[in-house]
């Protein structure tokens, strides 16, 4: 039937966007824009049950309205004028969610995975282990790292520093079941091979085959471009091959590695040196784009006097020789001076290529040395004498090898690294001599090598390439870097991550996007490990952290062998099942993190106090994080409305108020008859399903879910 106005009964026209469109008299706002193809958040809403409009996120503007209205809750009118994403509501709806951040207390994803560069999923990959699932386990972390049983090896572990076990007892032993896993996986009959992408067409060139080269010619091969990688040395691996000795890092292992990457199709040319057989002019012109990663293998000099009369020997160029196979000879009484990861690795090699007595001398003390605590251990334990305090400033050569003069220190005030500043103690000079002085202060990035082309790549006052620190982009369009020539000499999970990274950014920039690198992700966290509410660890039984087995110490300074012989599978399933499994599991699917990112909320901005940590694990199936629910009421309204249970309620009042089974008993002792409704309603999983994170890993995979492109 008509109206007067032509119009047809019961049907009305609104404006929405500015944009025309018809709807039907009883309609919502929410209703006409999910029909018009137009999003507008909400955490409350479900078309089971009724609009409650209590979390005030689907808010919209009325023109001729003071005040935004629930889009969930708000009846249409004619001729009505809507905008669902003004400046104003963007504001509101970002205040919303902050005041909601304000009062969470949960960790999006776990400590370990959050401060491994590489983005790893650590709960996931041991969860997988614990369930004897080691292929899936190795997919997992291969998602992130192409090169775990490396770096299961040489990785400084920071995850392991921030392992929430370590308020029980001690922190899982992340990187040897790392380790544990991709060894089987290389000693079987047909190691996993990551799969290409679909052929893109399109070519880069990649310089460098380091941990960053090696790793962004991993990832561009999954997104289907054609990779050549030039390398100058004999053999592909960069500082894990020629920094690293093998005593450490076996190089079979590094090689078998290596291969997998090429069996995914990757190109890999040896003895090919930037500025001598090939420009990057000439390659800018045959390939899409290039990125370099030529790492920092320019030593640094001690600075003392008489250092190039005395013959210091370069820390780097001497474990390169020694890993080239080349003969050194350092004499008896081998002098390393430096407290890196580098000064280490010279000093335990100098024992093994024939030195009977090695000191370090380290102008701080132990807890400022920057090397890997576990290491300087190691060389200790080797006979290895470490002399902290201790700065050398002349160097003079004689007859029977070198004469350092040395002074004593003492600490000051902390300098611009952080560390306390050394200061020379008057009077302290002493003579020490030795046959052989290794020099392992620091690294440099030799950037000789791209000086002679047409266009000039802007260098930092640090003499590294100056990039976008978010996409790798330098200023010459189409060339990317990334790794230790962009952040100086760093660990190489840290290189690792950043080809990862770089690939993400010239993938875009190859299929003609914005280049914008990789999508920043909002992480919600409870804190540092001691930080962590007491709640978690009540029901945690102490148990011993695995020990890692390894050869005598007299015996294996003989050769290089590998020290650490590795876990059985005994130890390896005992030390993942230390693991707490933290980290939210209905990450991927919260709403509240995803309109965290959309609106750039910051957490911090409301300051007081969050909820308390509660856990019901009373059901059978469901798991219930009282912290991080936002009282949304869509799980107790679902089984009141419509299942007519009324198994849940709201518990106290105001700010203090919680969602609850009635009368506060455990779930297990409610009225719920396990129907599951409520699990996908819950906007942040509060009430999720009891699955590990093998489970949530499974399911993932399932739906094509790819870690490497939503994790940080």
């Known amino acids: 039937m008509l109206r007067a106005n032509g119009k047809i009964e019961g049907i009305m026209e609104i404006f929405l966007n500015g944009k025309a469109v018809e709807c039907k008299s009883g309609e919502t706002i929410l209703d006409v824009a999910k029909r018009n193809g137009i999003t507008i958040p909400t955490l409350c809403h479900h078309e089971e049950i009724k609009p409650f409009a209590s979390c005030f996120i689907c808010v919209v503007e009325v023109k001729g309205l003071s005040r935004l209205v ?101 922190s899982v032993s992340i990187c040897f079941l790392k380790r544990y896993i991709a060894d ?18 399109k070519k880069v060139a990649i310089i460098g085959a380091g941990p960053a080269g090696l790793s962004a010619a991993f990832f561009l091969r999954k997104d289907g471009h054609k990779v050549t990688v030039f390398d100058a040395h004999p053999e592909p691996g960069g500082m894990l091959r020629y920094g ?16 997998l990457i090429r069996k995914m199709g990757v190109d890999i040319r040896q003895n090919k040196k930037l500025g001598a057989d090939f420009t990057l002019d000439g390659l800018k012109k045959e390939y899409d784009a290039v990125f370099l990663a030529i790492g920092a293998q320019s030593a640094s000099d001690m600075r003392v006097e008489g250092e190039k009369e005395g013959g210091a020997i370069s820390g780097i160029a001497f474990l390169e020789d020694v890993a080239l196979g080349k ?12 407290g890196g990861n580098t000064a280490i690795d010279a000093a335990r090699t100098s024992l093994r290529v024939g030195a009977k007595k090695v000191t370090i001398m380290y102008r701080r003390s132990r807890d400022e040395m920057p090397a890997n605590k576990v290491e300087i251990e190691a060389a200790e334990h080797e006979g290895v004498d470490i002399k902290y305090l201790t700065l050398p400033t002349k160097m003079q050569k004689d007859a029977s090898g070198v004469i350092l003069t040395c002074v004593k220190m003492q600490l000051g005030e902390p300098d611009a690294s952080g560390r306390r500043r050394p200061i020379q103690i008057e009077g302290s000079e002493f003579a020490f001599r030795a046959s052989a002085v290794v020099s392992a202060i620091g690294q440099g990035v030799d950037t000789e090598c791209i000086e002679e082309e047409p266009f000039e790549l802007k260098l930092t006052k640090w003499n590294t390439l100056d990039v976008n620190p978010d996409t790798f982009e330098t200023n010459v369009a189409g060339i990317f870097a990334g790794g230790d020539c962009a952040t100086g000499a760093d660990i190489a999970v840290t290189a690792t991550a950043a080809g990862k990274k770089a690939a993400s950014s010239i993938d875009q920039y190859l299929k003609g996007e914005k280049v914008t690198g990789v999508p920043k992700q909002y992480l919600h966290s409870m804190g540092k490990v001691e930080e962590a509410p007491e709640e978690l660890f009540e029901k945690v039984e102490s148990a011993p952290r695995a020990e890692m087995p390894e050869l005598p110490a007299k015996a294996r300074i003989k050769d290089f062998e590998e ?67 936002i009282l949304c009421g869509s799980c107790i309204r679902i089984c009141s409305e419509v299942k007519k249970l009324d198994a849940l309620g709201f518990v106290k009042r105001g700010f203090v108020a919680e ?54």
């Not at 560069?117 to 998602?143: C, M, Q, W, Y």
């Not at 089987?184 to 067409?201: F, I, M, R």
């Not at 005593?247 to 291969?259: F, V």
């Not at 999983?685 to 790819?706: C, F, N, Q, Y």
């Open 70 to 170: 629930p889009s969930c809750s708000t009846i249409v009118s004619d001729n009505m004028e809507v905008d669902t994403n003004s400046p104003k509501v963007r504001a509101s709806r970002k205040v919303c969610v902050e005041l909601l951040l304000s009062d969470h207390c949960g960790d999006c994803r776990a400590p370990c995975a959050v401060t491994c560069p590489a983005g790893i999923d650590i709960p996931g990959f041991i969860s997988l282990l614990a369930r004897s699932t080691e292929k899936e386990s190795i997919k997992l972390i291969k998602e992130n790292l192409p090169f775990p049983a490396s770096l299961g090896r040489v990785c400084p572990r920071p995850c392991e520093t921030e392992c929430r076990r370590a308020r029980v007892d001690d």
């Open 184 to 201: 089987k996986d290389l000693g079987s009959p047909e190691p996993y091979v990551a799969t290409a992408g679909k052929p893109s067409g």
């Open 244 to 259: 690293i000795p093998a005593y450490r890092l076996p190089r079979d292992i590094l090689a078998k590695e290596i291969g």
């Open 327 to 338: 003969k050194v000879s350092i004499g008896d009484d081998v002098v390393v001076v430096g």
């Open 563 to 629: 020290v650490e012989t590795g876990f059985t599978q005994e130890q390896a399933r005992k030390e993942a099942e230390r693991c707490l499994s933290c980290g939210c599991r209905s990450y991927e699917s919260c709403a509240l993190r995803r309109l965290a990112v959309e609106y750039k909320s910051e957490p911090d901005r409301f300051a007081g106090a969050k909820r308390r940590l509660f856990i019901d694990d009373s059901h059978p199936q469901i798991r219930y994080e009282g912290h991080k629910c």
């Open 659 to 712: 969602m609850k089974p009635i009368f506060d008993r455990p779930w297990k002792l409610s009225t719920c008859d396990s129907c599951l409704k409520c699990v996908p309603l819950c906007p942040t999983g509060a009430i999720s399903l009891k699955v590990t994170p093998a489970d949530e890993v499974l399911m993932l995979r399932r739906e094509g879910v790819d870690a490497s492109k939503t994790v940080n």
